[in-house]
């Protein structure tokens, strides 16, 4: 499956944002997907994942009760909808597909680009 993330920008602190992912080639609801992010200097870090039906979600401590994961089985896409933006959810986002729900980098089977978020205080 082929990922294209997109949705990215330059936002201040407090702001919203949706992220977008769509998907192309093997069907897309075989799959669980996952959204992670990679700061500066840091490695690339779990934000929230949602199984193949869109009925599991787990997210990350730091961004709960924040951020919303969803899916769209119908147009192949799933969305990270971001609100109360803080500085340090800046970061490039990505979002993976994986055979299962997963938390961790190293279970994701396919990877799409980046869309970068930076939040200004």
């Known amino acids: 499956v082929q990922l294209q993330a997109s949705g990215g920008g330059l936002v201040q602190t407090g702001d919203s944002l949706r992220l977008s992912c769509a998907a192309s080639?093997?069907?897309?609801?075989?799959?669980?997907l996952g959204w992670f992010r990679q700061a500066p200097g840091k490695e690339r870090e779990f934000v929230a994942t949602?199984?193949?039906?869109?009925?599991?979600?787990y997210y990350a401590n730091s961004v709960k009760g924040r951020i919303t994961i969803s899916r769209d089985n119908a147009k192949n896409t799933v969305y990270l909808q971001m609100n109360s933006v803080r500085p340090e959810d800046t970061a490039v986002y990505y979002c993976?597909?994986?055979?299962?729900?997963?938390?961790?980098?190293?279970?994701?089977?396919?990877w799409g680009q980046g869309t970068q978020v930076t939040v200004s205080s």
């Open positions: 949602i199984s193949r039906s869109g009925t599991v979600t």
């Open positions: 080639g093997r069907s897309f609801s075989n799959y669980a």
């Open positions: 993976g597909a994986s055979a299962g729900v997963v938390t961790t980098v190293n279970r994701i089977g396919f």
